[in-house]
T-cell receptor
Framework: QVQLVQSGAEVKKPGTSVKVSCKAS????????IHWVRRAPGQGLEWMGW????????NYVWSFQGRVTITRDTSTTTAYMEVSRLTSDDTALYYC??????WGSGAYFDYWGQGTLVTVSS | QSVLTQPPSVSGAPGQRVTISCTGY?????????VHWYQQFPGTAPKLLIY???FRPSGVPDRFSGSKSGTSASLAITGLQPEDEADYYC?????????????FGGGTKLTVL
């Protein structure tokens, strides 16, 4: 069965960085895009970007440009999402999600990780 | 501020029918892009409920249905059950001069009375 298992909760100080992992299993890792979505307290879901595990190509929403980096390790079927220059506004639950085989207008997410809580506090 | 607009809350009694609306713009739903719906219970990850406007993944009851028209989409739940009480999110694709992105609604909390 398809599973996405994320790393544990993190507490970070403002100005530092956090890196969250997402280990995929139960399917061919390089066949589907991996996306990252976050949910801040009291807010809705916010899409952050994707990685094509086959090519390593990435795309980020413009509001995160320069602060978010998504990578992958095909040998361990794991995707990573790093956010730098953290502020209290980055306190949120971060999810990885399996997207479709291609990027485009039909993209949706059929499997999700369990979420990783990142708390930014001085 | 979410790009797609959903009502913050809806409610209904067991057995009733409720609908949740999702309104977008000409750069997303109005451009003909598909709408997808997710169900999320507290403390758990979102679950895909409807994809490509009207399709249900395996295991999703046919009490859940989706539709789309113009710049809006709707999720309908018939025969409301207590276990349907959850948050519901719509999602689409948006393309403008700044590029392309995935967009979500702000979420709707369904209360079963």
């Amino acid at each position: 069965q398809v599973q996405l298992v994320q790393s544990g909760a993190e507490v970070k100080k403002p100005g530092t960085s956090v890196k969250v992992s997402c280990k995929a299993s139960g399917y061919t890792f390089t066949d589907y895009y991996i996306h990252w979505v976050r949910r801040a307290p009291g807010q809705g879901l916010e899409w952050m970007g994707w990685i094509n595990p086959n090519t390593g190509d990435t795309n980020y929403v413009w509001s995160f440009q320069g602060r978010v980096t998504i990578t992958r390790d095909t040998s361990t079927t794991t995707a990573y999402m790093e956010v730098s220059r953290l502020t209290s506004d980055d306190t949120a639950l971060y999810y990885c999600a399996r997207g479709t085989r291609n990027w485009g207008s039909g993209a949706y997410f059929d499997y999700w990780g369990q979420g990783t809580l990142v708390t930014v506090s001085s | 501020q979410s790009v797609l607009t959903q009502p913050p809350s809806v409610s209904g009694a067991p057995g009733q029918r409720v609908t949740i609306s999702c309104t977008g713009y000409s750069s997303n739903i109005g451009a003909g892009y598909d709408v997808h719906w997710y169900q999320q219970f507290p403390g758990t990850a979102p679950k895909l409920l409807i994809y490509s406007n009207t399709f249900r993944p395996s295991g999703v009851p046919d009490r859940f249905s989706g539709s789309k028209s113009g710049t809006s989409a709707s999720l309908a739940i018939t025969g409301l059950q207590p276990e349907d009480e959850a948050d519901y999110y719509c999602q689409s694709y948006d393309r403008n001069l700044r590029g392309s992105r995935v967009v979500f609604g702000g979420g709707t909390k369904l209360t079963v009375l």
